[in-house]
Each structure stands twice: as structure tokens, then as C-alpha cells.
């Protein structure tokens, strides 16, 4: 077994034995279910009034009515969601005293950071997984574009990523879960708002670095089935620096 599949397989076990990964899981897919039914009536009674104003069958896009604005919203609870799976990562390992353990261990850091991010990420792509019940259920009962839920699905899950990675920084920060929570949160608040820096800078040089800086954009085009060359560069390219400044954070912390 290669030194990141045998960290995978350990923080899998670790975190199937906390309740923090059922709960949370339980709670994302609550919340998805909710968005998607309340989106779901919401196209029901806007098919019910073209349909008496036009006296017809009503033909509505579910890709706009029903998965855009529930990709938009699971975003948002992404967010909210995440950092609390990542918390634990590094700061349990320093509460429980094994920190200095794992980085004497024979496994290179940057299996260690790797291993953890590749963890939490195959969780986190299970809940999405499941989360696909909603469309199958949906084209029983109605037709509707696949091509811009495929891209939404693959825009949540580099969104996703983006934000474990953060999160396992903010939890290379520190020993304790709470503090790492917030830091992560507190980062992606920021990242998130330099969407709205942008949008009120408009179209000066500085607006356009700041607006590509922010994920709200480069998920957008995603959602409404549209990939583009550097938003998959911009996903890729934030993901490894999160990984390199938690590696650099850990090899920082072996020296003290």
C-alpha cells in the first residue's frame, strides 16, 4: 500500500467513526432535498399559471427553473458545510497529541496533505453522488437539457474542492476544530466577496483580476453549461496552491 492510500484508508476509518460525518452528510442531503422540492414547486406553479393564461401545455426549462437555482443555493451550503469537515484534519491530530508522530512517520508531507485532502474529497463526492437521485427522479416525469446539469454537477464538485483544500489549511492553522472551522469559513467569506469587489470596480483592469480571483464567476458559466478552458485552470490552479500553503504550513511546523 502506497504511503497516501494508507493515509486515505486511516482518515476514512477516523471519520466514519465520528458522527460529525453523518450528521453533516445527513444535513447537506436535507437541505438539497428541500431546495430541490421547493424549486420543483415553484416550476409546478409557474407551469399552472402559463397554463391558464394560455389555455395549453405549458413548456417550461427545468434547467432553469428547478437546477440552476438549487446548484446556486448548494454552493452557498457548500460553504457553510465543508469547513466543518475539514476541521478536524490536522487539529485533532495536535489535540491528540500524534502530530509529531505523523510527521516522524516515514510518509513524506506532501503524502500527509495530499492523503487528508484526498479523503474528505471522496466523502464529499459520495454526498454528491447521492444527490443525483433528484435529476433521475425529475426525467421520469419530464425532459429536460442534461449537458447543464452534467457541467453544474462538475462545477460543485471543483467548487468542492476548492473549498477542502481551504479547509485544510485553515486546519494546519491550528489545534483547535472550532478556530479551524471559523478560519475557513472567514477565508471563503473573503473569496466570495470579491465577486461584488469586482462587480462594483466594472470593467477596469483591477475589476477583472479581482472578479477572476472569486469562484462566483467561474461557477456561473458552469451552471449554465459552459466550460471554459480557464475556469477548469482557475479550479486547478487554486486547488494546488490550498494543498501547497497547507503543506508549507505543516513542514513549517516540524521545525518548532
Known amino acids: ?135 433521475l427522479i425529475l426525467s421520469f416525469y419530464s425532459s429536460f437539457d442534461w449537458n447543464p446539469v452534467m457541467t453544474g454537477y462538475l462545477g460543485l464538485a471543483l467548487i468542492g474542492a476548492l473549498f477542502l483544500a481551504t479547509g485544510v489549511v485553515a486546519s494546519a492553522l491550528t489545534e483547535n476544530q472550532i478556530v479551524a472551522a471559523f478560519l475557513s469559513f472567514g477565508f471563503l467569506i473573503l473569496f466570495w466577496l470579491l465577486g461584488a469587489l469586482g462587480t462594483i470596480l466594472g470593467d477596469t483592469a483591477l475589476g477583472q483580476v479581482i472578479s477572476y480571483l472569486s469562484f462566483i464567476e467561474h461557477f456561473d458559466r458552469m451552471v449554465r453549461g459552459l466550460i471554459d478552458t480557464k475556469d477548469l485552470v482557475y479550479y486547478f490552479t487554486g486547488l494546488v496552491f490550498m494543498l501547497f500553503l497547507a503543506h508549507r504550513v505543516v513542514e513549517s511546523q516540524r521545525w518548532q
Open 1 to 135: 500500500m502506497t504511503p497516501v492510500r494508507a493515509i486515505v484508508a486511516k482518515e476514512l476509518r477516523s471519520a466514519f467513526v465520528s458522527p460529525i460525518v453523518y450528521v453533516v452528510g445527513a444535513v447537506f442531503l436535507l437541505i438539497f432535498g428541500i431546495l430541490s422540492y421547493l424549486a420543483v414547486i415553484n416550476a409546478g406553479a409557474q407551469a399552472i399559471r402559463v397554463m391558464q393564461l394560455q389555455g395549453g401545455a405549458a413548456q417550461l426549462n427545468l434547467n432553469d427553473l428547478v437546477f440552476r437555482p438549487t446548484f446556486y443555493s448548494t454552493a452557498i451550503i457548500l460553504l457553510l458545510v465543508l469547513p466543518i469537515l475539514t476541521m478536524r484534519l490536522f487539529a485533532e491530530e495536535r489535540k491528540l497529541r500524534t502530530f509529531e508522530l505523523l510527521l516522524t512517520s516515514p510518509v513524506g508531507i506532501n503524502e500527509i496533505v495530499v492523503g487528508k485532502f484526498l479523503a474528505i474529497y471522496g466523502i464529499f463526492l459520495g454526498l454528491l453522488a447521492l444527490t443525483g437521485i433528484v435529476p
